[in-house]
């Protein structure tokens, strides 16, 4: 769609001429993200410097009824950034400031376009940890953080974004200003719209400021990786190391593509992989004892040891870790540098893994595709990427649809869901229905009608088509 002259000056008196865009490199800059090789590029993208010029120009958007995509980092793999009805662009980036660490109470202020990455710096200087660590965490925003309620390896022990949000400036589709809570820990006062807006897909509100909680820094870890030589046994063996009664920091999966696509792709790093390994686990425990990690490590050996496995690997140095953690981390762009692939983001109960991985292997086979995976293991979250290789556009089009759907329906009758952290965005949308009931689908359509009565705040999002 092309805005009227009118509206373009109206844009550009709320923002300035400099910050407002129209030009099709830009507008191609700000319409795709990381989600396959999807481009929607906005009509107008605008770079608005604080809540109150957002809240202009969703007064705007409102008026004229023009579609409105907040855009940030883009590297959001559900296409939730995607301005597939064109209008309006609305990039975050000049939001970018940590605005206060509060030491006393253990809580940061920040703007949704601080890097996580940066943040988690910032914090650590003082001898604190926010320890939400998605792999784009160099250069994903907050931002979308919260929009998608990321997770990353260090969840299954610390939790995800939404048990680290507190309070949110959130600028309403209709242009009101508004914080959603409290800064305090407990908060029992009326619904609690922090949390409707985390996970919400930028559908229900655009964040301008967020509140975060911290934790003190642990000062010592053990990072481990155990290569197995049944990919069903790896999945086995992270229920077991829970029933043990350890609880890992991270506990992640990669299959033997996975690693092998990595080290070809990203220099420096120095693994041996056996030619009959099918799985790694890398493995790590945290704390402020080193005794005590060491006795979790050996408690964990000896979990593992009940399966076919190779010899563990222990890092001894930073600079071992950080290349395990850096070979883990890379996987993503190493997939998909290798091949055009679709990636599927399911999870699971922990103990469903192993069913979840050969229902997976079934399902590739029947319907003609290859799939990598990896992910963390310890929270259930397994990370699908289905490779289109040298596979035919039709049958890429047409076959490998009727595969995720079958995948997702296994992923539901396992009591899991269809994303642990990617969020549904605009690819998995017409999924919808095998996780939720019509009613259910009606209920959140309803919460977004009150929020957006006008559907402006990035429509075309997580609801299925024709709902």
């Not at 700000?30 to 809540?51: C, L, M, Q």
């Not at 931002?143 to 974004?161: D, F, Q």
């Not at 919808?432 to 019509?438: L, N, P, R």
Request: charged share 20%; net charge negative; with cysteine.
């Amino acid at each position: 769609m092309s805005l009227q002259p009118e509206i373009l000056q109206k844009l550009a008196t709320i923002v300035g001429e400099s910050f407002l865009f129209t030009d099709i490199e830009t507008r191609n800059h700000y319409g795709h993200d990381e989600t396959e090789d999807y481009v929607f590029p906005p009509s107008v993208v605008v770079k608005p410097a604080n809540a109150q010029e957002i809240s202009e120009v969703l007064k705007v958007a409102n008026l004229y009824k023009i579609p409105t995509t907040p855009i940030g980092a883009r590297t959001g793999l559900s296409g939730g950034a995607l301005s597939i009805y064109e209008g309006i662009g609305l990039s975050l980036e000049r939001l970018n400031r940590i605005l206060e660490i509060d030491e006393q109470n253990l809580q940061v202020t920040v703007e949704p376009a601080v890097i996580t990455q940066v943040l988690r710096d910032a914090v650590a200087q003082k001898g604190l940890f926010y320890p939400v660590d998605p792999s784009s965490m160099g250069s994903c925003w907050i931002g979308g953080n919260i929009a998608e309620n990321s997770g990353g390896a260090r969840a299954l022990k610390y939790g995800v974004t939404k048990d680290y949000v507190l309070n949110l400036e959130v600028v309403l589709p209709n242009g009101h200003i508004i914080w959603t809570g409290a800064n305090t820990l407990k908060n029992s006062t009326g619904y609690n719209l922090t949390q409707l807006m985390v996970g919400s897909e930028g559908t229900l509100g655009v964040i301008t400021k967020a509140v975060l909680k911290l934790i003190p820094q642990n000062h010592h870890n053990v990072l481990m990786l155990v290569p197995f030589y049944k990919a069903h046994e790896a999945c086995e063996a992270v229920s077991a190391i829970f029933r043990a009664g350890i609880i890992p920091s991270a506990l992640e999966f990669m299959e033997r593509d996975a690693i092998d696509w990595t080290l070809r792709f990203v220099e420096g790093i120095s693994v041996t992989i056996h030619p009959d390994h099918q799985a790694h686990l890398l493995i790590e425990v945290d704390g402020n004892y080193p005794e005590i990690l060491m006795q979790e490590a050996e408690r964990i050996l000896g979990v593992v040891e009940q399966f076919e496995i190779d010899e563990v690997l222990f890092a001894d140095t930073e600079e071992q870790k950080n290349a395990l953690w850096k070979m883990r981390r890379s996987v993503a762009e190493a997939v998909k540098a290798n091949s055009i692939y679709k990636e599927e983001d399911t999870v699971v109960p922990r103990y469903m893994l192993p069913e979840l991985l050969s229902g997976i292997k079934h399902i590739g086979a029947k319907y003609g595709f290859q799939s990598v995976c990896y992910g963390h293991a310890g929270d259930g979250n397994l990370h699908v990427n289905i490779i289109k290789g040298t596979m035919s556009d039709d049958h890429w089009n047409t076959q490998v649809p009727l595969g995720i759907r079958e995948l997702f329906e296994l992923t539901v009758s396992l009591k899991g869901t269809l994303s642990g952290e990617h969020g549904i965005g605009y690819v998995q949308k017409n999924f919808m229905d095998i996780a939720f009931s019509k009613t259910h689908l009606e209920l959140m359509e309803r919460i977004k009608y009150v929020f957006d009565p006008n559907n402006v705040l990035n429509p075309g999002k997580i609801f299925p088509d024709g709902l």
